[in-house]
C-alpha cells in the first residue's frame, strides 16, 4: 500500500492558487523530514520544497520563493503546500515524499517513500 497520497490538484489560471496535501496513510510520519518535488513532461524531478520534522525549518528552491508556503499538521498526518501567484511553468505532477535516512532536503535521490502524484497545470 502506497504510504503518501496526494490531493488538491487541478486547472488555475495564472496568478492563481492552489493547495496540495499529502497525507500519509498505513504508518506515521511526523517523525521524519517532507518534501514536496514536482516533474514537467519531459523534465527531471526537481525539489520544490521541504520541512523539517517539527514544522519549525523550512526549504525552499529559488524559483517559488515567495510564492509556495510549506507546512505539516503532525496531528493530522499531513503536509501542505500552498500555492500562490502560479506561473505557467509552475505546471507539473507535484509529488510528497519522506526522508527516512540522512540526506540533503534539497536532492530527489535522498527521500525514501514518494506519493503517486498530483497534476498542476497553469494556463496563461
Known amino acids: 500500500q502506497v504510504p503518501l497520497v496526494e490531493s488538491g490538484g487541478g486547472w488555475v489560471q495564472a496568478g492563481g492558487s492552489l493547495k496540495l496535501s499529502c497525507a500519509a496513510s498505513?504508518?506515521?510520519?511526523?517523525?521524519?523530514?517532507m518534501g514536496w518535488f514536482r516533474q514537467a513532461p519531459g523534465k527531471e524531478r526537481e525539489f520544490v520544497a521541504g520541512?523539517?520534522?517539527?514544522?519549525?525549518?523550512?526549504y525552499y528552491a529559488d524559483s517559488v520563493k515567495g510564492r509556495f508556503t510549506i507546512s505539516r499538521d503532525n496531528a493530522k498526518n499531513t503536509m501542505y503546500l500552498q500555492m500562490s501567484m502560479l506561473k505557467p511553468e509552475d505546471t507539473a505532477v507535484y509529488y510528497c515524499?519522506?526522508?527516512?535516512?540522512?540526506?540533503?532536503?534539497?536532492?530527489?535521490?535522498?527521500?525514501?517513500?514518494w506519493g503517486q502524484g498530483t497534476q498542476v497545470t497553469v494556463s496563461s
Open positions: 498505513g504508518r506515521t510520519f511526523s517523525s521524519y523530514p
Open positions: 515524499a519522506v526522508r527516512v535516512v540522512a540526506g540533503s532536503y534539497y536532492y530527489t535521490g535522498a527521500y525514501d517513500y
Open positions: 520541512v523539517s520534522m517539527s514544522g519549525s525549518s523550512t
